[in-house]
């Protein structure tokens, strides 16, 4: 069975910090491009962060450069998203996904539409 199932959001003020999990089961994650994606309320999906290869580094949205941080943990089989610096702007459901990579590096995993793997995603709210 084929699943990414995320964990960690919940409510937190302003300036305040979550991590998101999303853990994988019956695929490894090596090998794999690996995205964090998150849909506000009226607003269209947005690529927060991904790591489109194992030998790359995260690739961020500008609106989270320099707070979030995406890693893996390819022995747990396990993506992160540390979210720090939380603002009432980041209120979201929270999404993970994965498809075969498609590059050693590079952006493009941000903007990639169709992945193979999706999780149910994890309501962020973030209060004044």
């Known amino acids: 069975e084929v699943q990414l199932v995320e964990s960690g959001g919940g409510l937190v003020q302003a300036g305040g910090s979550l991590r998101l999990s999303c853990a994988a089961s019956?695929?490894?994650?090596?090998?794999?491009?690996i995205v964090w994606f998150r849909r506000a309320p009226g607003k269209e999906r947005e690529g927060v962060g991904c790591i489109s290869s194992r030998d790359g580094p995260p690739s961020y949205a500008n609106s989270v450069k320099g707070r979030f941080t995406m890693s893996i943990d390819y022995a747990k089989n396990t993506a992160y998203l540390q979210m720090n610096n939380l603002k009432l702007e980041d209120t979201a459901v929270y999404y993970c996904?994965?498809?075969?990579?498609?590059?050693?590096?590079?952006?493009?995993?941000?903007?990639?539409?169709?992945?193979?793997?999706w999780g149910q995603g994890t309501q962020v709210t973030v209060s004044s």
């Open positions: 019956g695929f490894t994650f090596d090998g794999y491009a």
């Open positions: 996904a994965a498809d075969i990579s498609l590059a050693t590096s590079g952006t493009w995993c941000l903007y990639k539409n169709e992945y193979a793997y």
